[in-house]
């Protein structure tokens, strides 16, 4: 696994981002307690060491083989987005009653606290857990709707009491009026997170379209350009396609997967569906050069082409374009981040 100075990060920084309990440091470091022989995240919620009683490692395996116990409050060595069981029930019951209204006053009558279950749903999808109810009923109006179901039938089955209030809900989510829904879609979004940070993952009925990390600078506008390739509504809810996206991901990143069999769907132009095929033939633990992989394209003149498709890859890790360096096999060109696809070939060496 790739060495601290590979992050280009200082120990003061890791020292701040882990008194901030900053996020956005999730999997580039590990704090490693010197008194207590305890690691954390940077997330930690415990009470922060000074200074000098800490170390800051590449990963929780390097803190292992230091001698490190992983931390009984942030669990390290668990996945971040990992759903705990009072979610995973509270899910359940949704997708088997889709126009249930479950109120704080229910959650705390099942002994829950209203903010925890708001501040997951928001850690995954990115809004509340009253509107992710509000988002499953109209998705299921949407199902509906898509198979013939008049406007009316729809509505009061989604547990609207009013046609206009189930009308002006539809249109403010979908862009169009629920009679025009026939020629919209849905493209499913989802937040995970991973020891490199948290991404977003979009997919249809067909597979995965987008997995993308959330600090990418063209992330907006690859999601505008999804929606428009496939005269689609980005609507954060869950998808079939998820389950298996995580569980996937979750074995590669420790290092027990090589290759993902999680459908995709990866609409674009003829040439950049080849550039993305190809993609998919370098093997774990492998690399090709932008001129290597022209020429298995059999376009060995295209390379600026070729690399211009690789940017355009919205699918992220499945689709490896982080397996492709430079001529003199320099790192470059990466929308993640270059430290990323530094850890990601890392891991795969290792792997390999």
Known sequence: MPHPELFALTPVECYQALLAKDARYEGRFIAAVKTTGIFCRPTCPARKPKFGNVEFVATAREALLRGYRPCKVCTPLAPRDATPAFIARLLH?????????????????????PATVRRWFRRQHGLTFQAYQRLNRLNRAFGQLQSGETVTAAAFDSGYESLSGFQDSFKAVFGVAPTRSRQQHIINLTRL??????????????????????????LETELKELARRLTATIVPSENPHFAVLRAQLAE?????????????????????????????QISYGSTRSYGQQA???????????VAAANGLNRVAILI??????????????YGGGLWRKQWLLELERGGA
């Open 252 to 280: 590669y990143f420790g290092g027990r997967r090589q290759q993902f069999s999680v459908p995709l769907h990866t609409p674009g132009t003829a040439f950049q569906q080849a550039v993305w095929r190809a993609l998919e």
């Open 320 to 333: 490896p374009c982080h397996r492709v360096l430079g001529a003199h096999g320099q790192l470059t060109g």
């Open 93 to 113: 019951q949704l997708a088997e009653q889709p126009t249930v209204r479950i109120s704080d006053a229910d959650l705390r009558q099942r002994g829950l606290e």
């Open 295 to 305: 020429a298995a394209l059999g376009r060995p003149s295209a390379v600026r082409a």
């Open 193 to 218: 997170e991973t020891p490199l940070g948290s991404m977003l993952a979009c997919a249809t009925e067909r597979g995965i379209c987008l997995l993308e990390f959330t600090d990418r600078r063209m």
